[in-house]
């Protein structure tokens, strides 16, 4: 993996967390507007929606650096839209950097002819 790859991947990756905290936020002050007289929902749809046109970005450009198979970028897109799914993302872009790396030493040490 490349550093332009790597760099996309962990882009994505740091995004993920807060994308799904903010969406779960957001889901809150919903509540909240409909069952009293506190509404941050325009202050919490505006920072939700720029963490997640960022996360769409980065998406873009890690499945395009990557070259992801179709399946896994859905995945990745799908877990974006879910309340929680920005976790789980997160989760799995972390394994992903971390055998990316340890696969490169692996070469570098001539362990592996990959």
């Known amino acids: 993996m490349d550093i332009k790859t790597a760099t996309a991947i962990r882009r994505l990756r740091l995004v993920s967390a807060p994308e799904a905290i903010s969406f779960l936020l957001l889901l809150v002050c919903s509540v909240l507007k409909r069952t009293t007289d506190f509404n941050a ?4 749809g505006m920072v939700h929606g720029v963490l997640f ?55 570098q040490e001539g362990v592996v002819g990959a």
């Open 53 to 107: 046109v960022l996360y769409v970005i980065f998406w873009a450009d890690a499945w395009n650096r990557a070259k992801w198979p179709v399946k896994t970028a859905a995945l990745y897109f799908v877990l974006s839209v879910l309340p929680a799914g920005g976790f789980f993302a997160e989760r799995k872009l972390r394994r992903e950097a971390e055998d990316a790396v340890i696969a490169s030493r692996a070469r």
């Open 41 to 44: 929902v325009p202050v919490m």
